[in-house]
């Protein structure tokens, strides 16, 4: 793989050579929430809160383990610490009358959005929603009753962010699924922040939502309240929502006390687009994740005159766009485009790479769709920008990423369901089952298991 030309900001490659699986995947650890690469103005800041250079890995740690330890005073300890040096005990829950004031304060344009959001994702998501499964087996006087059983979690915990700016839709593609699961208790964890627990946008779809739990309290301390439970804010079976660094390693350390969504990195795409692609539609595309800062954006096509049309087309969209200087970092530092010699190829990279999102931006996505595995989100059509999922469509915008939708899979309603299996056997069957369960127990040395059949079948 090879540099072409615009190089300097977003580098161009030649599929082909023994070095093009390690670029792309050099991409890849650039991204993952591995939690072991600092900047030097991170590891000052460090130093100051802590008193020692530790690693983000490290920092979650301890902040977990304090919580854990001592509660509700370690919880508002760091939320000061690291928010909001102001803030106050009584404030860590938002009031219900505040919650109810943003609903009323905002725009009616934007609940109106939020309601036709609410009415395509609750639809898709119900639809798709798991229903119990039963079984008889009826021979002779012999019966067995076999169900897969599906209830919902009791209590979820939503990570929502508000550092750099405002996620409603975070909240809309966590909380709406689990509501079409049934969860009963929602509780939104957001920083004190303007685009966090102080923002009109983030409490207006709280209350839209019938969500009357949201604290002020971000980062890996949020994930340790949800997780273990302080004074005030009961533990949850769940959480999910993305976040920073912090956030994602909290998750992965708390995973085992708690069930999580998924340790999320940073939102990425790859685009493969054909002849028939306009220009301007990919470089938007590929624009649209970059402006989360970081992201990853990948364009792969065997069609060579598209590359310069894309590249001239990021140039000039990048002019009106307000974040263009972080879009602009990350295009430089986890963008890509690659040009590669057939459809067929380009297939075969997508799936080692595994993105959270795909445009199929070509005259026949289904051809493509028939051959890849391994992507969160499929957006197939020129019509179709991935800005689609991320707020309006149905399907939940939380989704693998780093190339974990090699196994993983994105949020729906059905991750906020537990199963059961309930077995039941009436004495025939106990008895028509009774010699395989003996042969079994016997070459895995378990004799009790035999007797526990035995000893119901004794004549009475």
Known sequence: MTAGPGADWLPVYEYGTES??????????????????????????????????????????RILSEIKEQGREALLKYARLLDKPDLQDDDLRVPQAEIEAAHAAVDRQFLSTIRRIRENVSEFQSRILHEDVRLVRQD???????????????????????????????????????????VQELAVVTPPTKFGAYNTHVLATCAELGITEVYRVGGAQAVAALAYGVEGIPRVDKIVGPGNMFVALAKQLVYGDVDIDSIAGPSEVVVIADDSATASFVASDLLSQAEHSPGSSILITW???????????????????????????????????????????????????????????????????????????????????????DYFAGPSHVLPTGGTARFANGLCSNDFLKRSSVIRFNRDALDDAAQDVRTIATVEGLTAHSQSVDIRLKDE
Do not use: W
Not at 348 to 377: C, F, V
């Open 303 to 389: 069609h060579r005159p598209l590359i310069e049309e894309v590249q001239a087309e990021i140039h000039r969209q990048l002019t009106d766009l307000p974040r263009s200087e972080l879009a602009s970092a990350s295009l430089r530092d986890f963008g890509a485009i690659v040009l590669v010699d057939s459809l067929e190829t380009a297939c075969q990279l997508t799936d080692e790479l595994a993105p959270e999102h795909l445009h199929l931006s070509t005259k026949s996505p289904d051809q493509l769709l028939e051959r890849i595995q391994n992507a969160g989100a499929i957006f197939c059509g020129h019509y179709t920008p991935v800005a689609l999922g």
């Open 140 to 182: 002779g006087l012999a019966r067995v009753e076999l169900t897969q059983r599906y209830l919902p979690l009791k209590r979820v915990g939503i990570c929502v962010p508000g550092g750099a700016a405002a996620y409603p839709s975070t909240i809309l593609m966590t909380a709406i699924p689990a509501q079409a699961a049934g």
């Open 20 to 61: 093009a699986e390690q670029a792309l995947l050099t991409l890849r650890k650039k991204l993952s929430p591995r939690g072991d690469i600092v900047s030097d103005a991170g590891r000052a800041r460090t130093i100051e809160l802590f008193g020692a250079p530790l690693s983000p890995r490290e920092v979650a740690t």
